[in-house]
């Protein structure tokens, strides 16, 4: 790299002095000259003596490709700011680095990212000056107070103190031998200083320079090391200058860089590009600067081509004695360029005060207007045998290049339509043409033309092939399929082929069959024998139009249809369509190359398909191919015309292809080179959104977990393909172009996220990257957890089977207590009652014939007894439903069943309720209900009282229930149940059941009183 100072100006033109060394130069002088009038002499000597040598030079390098037929890309902003890059420098793992005035920046091809210092490292200065790449992988940085290397991702810093000279760092160059220089703005010392390895770098100071002020570095092919400086050229060691070419006159050197012949350039901030005599003939002429005006860095590139920056005035390629300028009017981000630089695939970038361009080389090479063809839409191109490529266009005429230049055939020629639809080179090297205005071959210059039978005009043949016999055979849009016959025209008639058939294509083979193939679909082969074979889609043929016909080397047929590609050999079909991997649209053209490659034109670009990948037996895995399109500098139209061919392959090996801005030429021989696989790595990695550190392992608990990550592919970074795989979750490999996955709900364990991408050419790289996946389980994803849990849940299960159990144990007994009860009370009252009604009419009978009268008495007082009987039967059964509860309160309801309990007694009944009457629930209403009805039963049938007294007080958060009768009493803790009575027993049941409170409290002659208390209801 190259790196310029753009302040040294005037104060270091006045500290020119005297180099120390001196250097033999070509015209048999020591360096530097006696004076300046014979330093120039010198130069202008060594000028004159290699212009013939550039020349020869000149004719042997291959012509580059034009400046305007590259492909240009640009970048301006990088998060709302202007990118406006200051150096460039590509490390060893592919990242492009750019220094700005605000900092570091790293672009992978796809997008930008600002570096950022790790912990509490910091760069010796914000603004970058100079990047260099270190061979040990790392990078070094300039900086406006120092230098640094950034390393395994932390900064090692040199400033003052560790020996540096003072000033801005504006050049690095770093030796095989891991020696760096670092040239700076200097003061009054030495700017230059060497930093040597040996444990820890030393820094050395670099004496004798003729000036302090570094401004640009340079190492030669011969890794010998050249300082730029404001008083002239120096060649430097790691511990002093070695010789200096000075000139008088005030100079900048501000770039250098070296050509294709070896010969040194340096730009001179005065007087433009210069001619440094490194060698016996030194720089043949250095660029006029009326051509090059403001010249401010150097770069030579892969292929020889010297590129110039400019200050204001854009871009220059020079290549061959050939200059061509590229401005902001072209595309430019800005005519001021900061710095260039080539990276390792061979692509070209230029930092402006503007944004950042890249200028690359396309596959193909195109040929349009500019190079002199007569038209831009080409219909059709045909190779010669003897050299050259036939070019028919629309509109301009009949086309032959030969050695890279264009010879147009136009009316005057004989060819009375400029539009050409068709090409053939017969056997005798005879070109064929047809136009849309006339038909026949190309002879001396001329075109003898040939008419239809009957004299009319041939005016649309789109398709040419020799077929047996050495007979020429014509496909017309009028007239259906015609043969030439020596020197007359006429219809070909075969009566195989069904009428209706639209002939769409012509082929011949090497054993002399003519292939016709048909729009409907489907081919026929007219063999030496007039025997015609046809072939259908039903016979295994891709269905379709068939829009090319083509024979290989290995004698295979080849056609491309609208449903796909075919081929035919050993007397058998095989198609590939869409489910192969072909894209969509079908196969426009057929050509095979130097290599047996197999190229089609398709609607999605030109694709080239390996044999080998053919040939294999095993069909359901998609095709690998190298795809070549916009970005190649290929832009195939995108439906077929009526003109044929579409392609070629020429003698030397190219390939070329009609299009609809030019003709296009690739060359095979080129592309097959395997170019170096993309660099993988993994930028970052984000769990729920928020970043952890990753560096080949990363372990992280949470819902989502997300990757990011790239391919260091400089060139067309938009045909990258990746492939991944999350090993123990995704079932296989995906292929996609995003740079980015998502894996939401990842299940817990252990896992290997692997990665890795293809370029554009496809070429993969097998390493790649990886990353070990520990994704740590919540507590509930546990086993132990899950085991607690299923304990948990089965000592629930059984909580509420033995709760179930026991609440259905409970209503059991307390339907067995109801039963007993009302068995019991149906016993007492309702049977003992019709007993009596039996023993009543009984006596009445007996006494029925002897005292009528008393027998009388009986039958109405058993009336009366039924009468009471079924009462107290129909009291029973309504005490199983309480409908007493269903339109009354609990108070209203207690009174009204006390009342009818002490009905026809002298037993009086009162009730008393304190507190605001609120709803309870039903459970605790109804139980408290069959409580007092039970005490109050208890005490009119049994205690003998003259009052009960029934409190219901609803003051507190609870209630509170007591029934308080003046009878006999009992003694409590002596009672015996009345065998088939539950009184009590039944008041403690329903007591418990809604979780009150019972007090019993009776004594003998005293009275009873049954207290039921709930504390919260």
Partial sequence: MQASHRGAGNSARSRLSAGSGRLKGGCGHDWPPHGAKSMWHCAILLAAASVFLITVAALAQPAPVPLNQLIHSSWTQIEGDTIAPTAMAQTADGVLWLGTRAGLVWFDGAHFVRWKPYGNEQLPGERITALRASITGGLWLGTSAGLAKLEHGHLTSYTTREGLPAGQVLALIEEQDGTVFVGTAGTAESGLASLTRGGPHVLARVRGLPDPAVLSLFEDSRHQIWVGTAGGVCRATSRAVDSCWLTKRPTEILSMAEDSEGHLLAIDGNRGILAIPNRPLGTPAAVPREKVPAARTLLTDKQGSVWIGTLGQGLFQLHAGKLEHFTRREGLTSDLVETLFEDREGNLWVATAGGLDLFREPKARRWSTSEGLSGSLVTAVCAARHGGVWVGTAGGGLNRLRQERFSPCFSDSGLKQSTVISLYEDPHGRLWVGTTRGFGYWSQGRLIEFRAPGGAQLDRVFAIAAGPGGDLWLADSQRGLLRVRGTRTEAAGMPQIPAGKVVYELASRA??????????????????????????????????????????????????????????????????????????????????????????????????????????????????????????????????????????????????????????????????????????????????????????????????????????????????????????????????????????????????????????????????????????????????FRVILAGAIAMCAYGIYWMRMRQLRSRFRLVLQERSRLTHELHDTVLQGFVGVVYQLEAASLQFDKSPELAKQRLTHALDRAEQSLAEARRAMLSMRLTALDNHSLPEALLKEGRNIVEGTSIGCDMTVTGRVRQLRYDIEAALFLIAREAVNNAVNHARPQRVAVTLDYSGPGVRLAIRDDGIGFDPHARTDIPGHLGLAGIEERARQIAASLTLDSQPGKGTVVEIALAKC
Avoid: C
Wanted: hydrophobic share 40%; charged share 20%; aromatic share 10%.
């Fill in 511 to 784: 054993n002399g069959e003519l292939w016709i193939g048909f729009y409907d679909g489907g081919v026929a082969v007219l063999g030496a024998d007039q025997r015609i074979a046809v072939y259908r889609p039903e016979d295994g043929l891709a269905p379709g139009a068939v829009q090319s016909i083509y024979e290989d080397s290995a004698g295979a047929v080849w056609v491309a249809a609208a449903g796909g590609l075919s081929r035919f050999r050993g007397g058998r079909w095989t198609t590939w369509s869409k489910e192969q991997g072909l894209p969509p649209g079908g196969v426009q053209s057929v050509a095979e190359d130097a290599h047996h490659g197999l190229w089609i034109g398709t609607a999605g670009g030109l694709l080239r398909l390996e044999q080998s990948d053919l040939n294999r037996e095993d069909r359901s895995k998609p095709l690998s191919f190298s795809a070549y399109g916009p970005l190649d500098g290929i832009r195939l139209p995108t439906s077929r015309k009526m003109a044929n061919p579409r392609m070629a392959a020429s003698g030397d090996g190219r390939l070329w292809i009609s299009t609809e801005d030019g003709l296009a030429s690739i060359d095979p021989a080129r592309v097959r080179s395997t170019p170096q696989p993309p660099p993988v790595m993994i930028e970052r990695v984000l769990v729920d959104g928020r970043p952890v550190d990753a560096d080949r392992q990363v372990a992280f608990r949470g819902r989502g977990f997300e990757l990011y990550y790239t391919a260091l592919s400089l060139t067309a970074p938009e045909m990258v393909k990746f492939r991944y795989q999350l090993e123990g979750f995704d079932p296989g490999w995906t292929v996609t172009t995003a740079r980015h996955i998502l894996y939401v709900n990842l299940p817990p364990g252990h896992f290997r996220f692997r990665l890795t991408a293809a370029n554009a050419d496809g070429v993969w790289n097998p390493a790649g990257a990886e990353l070990a996946v520990h994704h740590r389980p919540y507590l509930y994803q546990t086993w132990v």
